[in-house]
């Protein structure tokens, strides 16, 4: 059965880094289109970083240069470096895989990402 767990999320100052990971088990990470996305109190959930079929990543244009997306295959986990972060990173992360055979999505339970001032 598909899993994903997401795990690395932390409270951290303002300028600091993190790594978030998500163990994906059921689904290879590799053939199917995936991704982050956060929810910040009071909002709605948003795309942070997503990859493609073909295997190009795009970035929300609030954490381009900060924010990088990796794969490990082998492991089969996906990643994501945050440096430099703000207090409007403040959100719960999630991680995403899309099922390539009829666009279903599996989401993760979450991480809480906190930024302090």
């Known amino acids: 059965q598909v899993q994903l767990v997401e795990s690395g999320g932390d409270l951290v100052q303002a300028g600091g880094s993190l790594r978030l990971s998500c163990a994906a088990s059921?689904?290879?990470?590799?053939?199917?289109?995936r991704g982050w996305y956060r929810q910040a109190p009071g909002k709605q959930r948003e795309l942070v970083a997503i990859v493609s079929r073909s295997g190009s990543t795009n970035y929300a244009d609030s954490v381009k240069g900060r924010f990088t997306l990796s794969r490990d295959a082998v492991k089969n986990t996906m990643y994501l470096q945050m440096n430099s972060l703000k207090p409007e990173d403040t959100a719960v992360y999630y991680c995403?895989?899309?099922?390539?055979?009829?666009?279903?999505?599996?989401w993760g339970q979450g991480t809480q990402v906190t930024v302090s001032s």
């Open positions: 995403n895989v899309r099922r390539s055979s009829d666009g279903f999505d599996y």
């Open positions: 059921g689904i290879a990470l590799g053939i199917n289109v």
